[in-house]
């Protein structure tokens, strides 16, 4: 070592200190129940929309077979395609209000 030269060793140690946390995990902190309130609300809302165009398909299609079984020359594709849009609209409806449910 020379007169007026110095030298350092610097060693990095990783450390597990708790950092300061960004500001959306604040906001998920302050605002997590109410947003997952509003979640709950939204699931509920839309399951009852799909109840509802469930309830809408299912009357068409009790319409739809009476036309077919007063003239069944027309076919059944009508009343198959809204019978099996009644069914869709049925599961989504149920797994809207499971997800709503299961969230609690």
Same mark, same amino acid.
């Given at each position: $070592? $020379?007169?007026?030269?110095?030298?350092?060793?610097?060693?990095?140690?990783?450390?597990?200190?708790?950092?300061?946390?960004? $500001?959306?995990?604040?906001?998920?902190?302050?605002?997590?129940?109410?947003?997952?309130?509003?979640?709950?609300?939204?699931?509920?809302?839309?399951?009852?929309?799909?109840?509802?165009?469930?309830?809408?398909?299912?009357?068409?299609?009790?319409?739809?077979?009476?036309?077919?079984?007063?003239?069944?020359?027309?076919?059944?594709?009508?009343?198959?395609?809204?019978?099996?849009?009644?069914?869709? $609209?049925?599961?989504?409806?149920?797994?809207?209000?499971?997800?709503?449910?299961?969230?609690?």
């Amino acid at each position: $070592m $020379m007169v007026g030269e110095r030298t350092f060793e610097c060693t990095f140690v990783a450390s597990n200190a708790a950092r300061e946390p960004t $500001m959306s995990q604040k906001l998920k902190v302050m605002f997590g129940d109410f947003l997952r309130a509003l979640r709950q609300l939204w699931l509920e809302c839309i399951g009852g929309v799909f109840l509802a165009l469930g309830i809408l398909f299912s009357l068409a299609a009790i319409q739809e077979y009476r036309k077919y079984v007063s003239s069944p020359e027309i076919g059944s594709g009508r009343f198959l395609l809204v019978a099996f849009s009644s069914g869709i $609209m049925f599961f989504f409806a149920l797994e809207s209000f499971w997800k709503a449910r299961k969230s609690r």
